[in-house]
C-alpha cells in the first residue's frame, strides 16, 4: 500500500523514522482496508500530497466519534480520504455536504466510498464553497445545525470560510482547518521560504492570528500532518 511514501515532510515530527514509528504502531494498524486502498490510489495522483495524512486522519476519526458528530461539512475534497474517513465515523443516518471544485479527483475516491458502503451519507457538491456556504446560509434552517467543519483548502480563503461556518456550526461544534503550520513555514524567515509559497505562507500566518484573537471560539493547534487548528464555537 506504499505505507512509507508519507515522509517527514508531510508532518512536524524531527525525524522520518520517529515519524514512520508512529504510523506503523499506531495508525496503519488501525486504518480500515477502504481507507489504504484510497490512500494507495491517491498516492498515484501528482497532487497526491494534498491528501489528509494518515495520522491526522486518525485523530479527526476520533474527534467526530467523540463528539458524536451526525451533520457535518467538508470544504476541499480532493480525492475523498478524509471524507471517508468521516463517512465512515458517523451514524448509519448520519451526512456530510463535502464541496470541492474539483469532480475528477473525487471520482479517484468514488468507487473506494461506494465500497465501503458510505455513498448515502454523501452530498457531494461540485462549486465554489463560498457560493455553496452563502446558500447554505440564506435558509434559517441551516444555522447551528453542522456538529462538524473540515476546511483543507484554499488558504487564502480560511478567513471567509471561517466567518461563514461560525453561522452554520451549532454552538459546541468544531471547526477544523487543515494545514495551519504550513510545512513549517510559518516560523520560518521569508527569505528561507521559496518564492511560490510565500503567498500561502502570509495567507495562513494572517489567518492563524486572526483566530488566535477570535473570543467566540476555544482553540488548539495540534502539530499532526501539516498542522490542524481545532476551533470549539462558544457563542
Not at 486502498?37 to 486522519?57: K, N, V
Not at 471544485?101 to 461540485?126: M, Q, R, S, T, W
Amino acid at each position: 500500500m506504499g505505507d512509507k511514501a508519507h515522509s517527514i515532510k508531510q508532518g512536524l515530527l524531527q525525524s522520518n523514522e520517529l515519524y514512520q514509528y508512529v504510523l506503523e504502531t499506531s495508525v496503519y494498524p488501525r486504518e480500515s482496508e477502504h481507507l489504504k486502498e484510497l490512500r494507495a490510489a491517491t498516492q498515484a495522483h501528482q497532487w497526491s500530497f494534498y491528501s489528509t495524512p494518515p495520522d491526522g486522519g486518525q485523530f479527526l476519526s476520533l474527534l467526530l466519534q467523540t463528539m458524536n458528530a451526525k451533520k457535518t461539512i467538508e470544504i476541499g475534497v480532493y480525492t475523498g480520504y478524509s471524507l471517508l474517513l468521516t463517512a465512515l465515523a458517523l451514524p448509519h443516518d448520519g451526512k456530510i455536504t463535502a464541496i470541492d471544485v474539483d469532480e475528477e479527483a473525487y471520482n479517484i475516491g468514488l468507487p473506494f466510498i461506494k465500497k465501503a458502503g458510505v455513498e448515502h451519507k454523501i452530498n457531494f457538491i461540485n462549486s465554489d464553497a463560498h457560493k455553496v456556504l452563502d446558500q447554505l446560509r440564506q435558509d434559517e434552517n441551516n444555522h447551528g445545525s453542522f456538529d462538524f467543519a473540515f476546511v483543507d483548502a484554499d488558504k487564502e480563503g480560511y478567513k471567509n470560510y471561517h466567518e461563514k461556518l461560525m453561522k452554520l456550526v451549532k454552538i459546541g461544534g468544531i471547526i477544523a482547518y487543515d494545514n495551519t503550520l504550513f510545512y513549517g513555514t510559518v516560523a520560518m524567515e521569508e527569505e528561507k521560504v521559496g518564492l511560490k509559497r510565500r503567498p500561502i505562507r502570509k495567507a495562513v500566518m494572517e489567518f492563524n492570528a486572526f483566530i488566535a484573537a477570535d473570543q467566540r471560539i476555544q482553540i488548539s493547534q495540534v502539530p499532526l500532518g501539516d498542522g490542524v487548528t481545532i476551533c470549539r464555537r462558544l457563542n
